[in-house]
C-alpha cells in the first residue's frame, strides 16, 4: 500500500505532466514536416522556422513585442524601485494608501483591469494608441517590481548606508554605491518578470492596442481565428524558448558578474 507522500508525488508529477505536455506537444509539431501541424509525424523538418521568419505580419509583430517589452520593463523597473525605496525606507502621510494601490492591479483581474482603464481613457476622449499599450501595461507590471523589489530591501540593513554616509558620502552616492548594488539582483529579477509578462500577455493588449498594431499572442490569436497553420506551432515554440532562455541567460549573467566581484574584492583584500 502506497504511503501518504508517494501519493502526493505521484498528483504532482501528473498535474506537472497535464500543464506541461501541450507545451512539449507544441514544440515537437514545430518540427513536423506535416503540412497540417498534426499527428502524426512525419518527419523532421525546420519549415515552419523558414515560413516564419519570411512571414512580415509576423515578423512585425515579433518586433512590436521585443519594443513594448522593453519600454515596458524599462519604465516598470525605474518606477518600481523608487517606489519600494520610499514605501521602505521613508514614513509619509498615506504611506498605506499608496502601498495598496501599487500592488492594487495584481489584485484585480485583468479583463476587469483592461475595460476599466479603456472605459476611462475612452471617457477623457483619448483615442487608442501605442502609448495607451505601454501605459497598460506598466500598469500591470509595475507590482511585480515593486514587490520584488521591496522584499529585498527589507532585508538590507539600514546601518550600512548609515556607515557609508558618516564616511562622507552623499545620499546619492550611498544609493549607488551601496543600495543600488546590494538590491540589484532583485531590481534584475522585477525587469526579467516586467519584460516576460508584457511580452506573453494578450488579455489587456486586446483591449489596449490600436488597429494595425500587433503583438506576438495577438498575432497567434487572429491566425487561429482563420485556421491552425503549423506556422502558429513555430511560433509558439519559439515564444516558450525564447520567455525560458531569457531569464536562465540573465541569471547566468549575473552569477558570472557575482563571481568577478568576489575574485576582484579577494584579490585587493
Do not use: C
Amino acid at each position: 500500500m502506497m504511503s501518504g507522500w508517494s501519493l502526493i508525488r505521484i498528483a504532482t508529477i501528473l498535474v506537472y505532466l497535464f500543464l506541461f505536455a501541450p507545451v512539449a506537444v507544441v514544440i515537437l509539431l514545430a518540427f513536423n514536416a506535416n503540412q497540417f501541424g498534426a499527428f502524426p509525424i512525419e518527419g523532421f523538418s525546420m519549415r515552419w522556422f523558414e515560413a516564419l521568419w519570411n512571414n512580415d505580419a509576423i515578423v512585425r509583430a515579433f518586433k512590436t513585442s521585443l519594443i513594448l517589452g522593453a519600454l515596458t520593463s524599462a519604465i516598470s523597473t525605474t518606477l518600481g524601485t523608487l517606489a519600494a525605496l520610499a514605501m521602505v525606507r521613508y514614513d509619509f502621510p498615506g504611506k498605506r494608501s499608496i502601498s495598496t494601490l501599487l500592488v492594487a492591479p495584481i489584485l484585480i483581474p485583468e479583463v476587469v483591469l483592461a475595460v476599466a482603464l479603456l472605459l476611462f481613457l475612452q471617457f477623457l476622449s483619448m483615442p487608442k494608441s501605442f502609448g495607451l499599450l505601454l501605459m497598460g501595461h506598466v500598469v500591470f507590471t509595475l507590482p511585480f517590481v515593486v514587490l520584488v523589489v521591496q522584499a529585498r530591501l527589507v532585508s538590507i540593513r539600514r546601518d550600512v548606508e548609515e556607515a557609508a554616509m558618516s564616511l562622507g558620502a552623499t545620499p546619492i552616492q550611498t544609493f549607488f554605491e551601496i543600495t543600488l548594488p546590494l538590491m540589484m539582483p532583485a531590481v534584475m529579477a522585477g525587469m526579467l518578470f516586467s519584460f516576460t509578462i508584457s511580452f506573453d500577455d494578450i488579455t489587456g493588449t486586446l483591449f489596449w492596442k490600436p488597429g494595425g498594431v500587433e503583438t506576438v499572442p495577438t498575432q497567434i490569436f487572429a491566425m487561429l481565428r482563420n485556421s491552425i497553420s503549423p506556422e502558429i506551432n513555430a511560433l509558439g515554440a519559439v515564444m516558450v524558448i525564447f520567455t525560458i532562455a531569457l531569464p536562465l541567460i540573465a541569471t547566468a549573467i549575473a552569477r558570472v558578474a557575482s563571481a568577478q566581484k568576489i575574485r576582484a574584492q579577494k584579490t585587493t583584500a
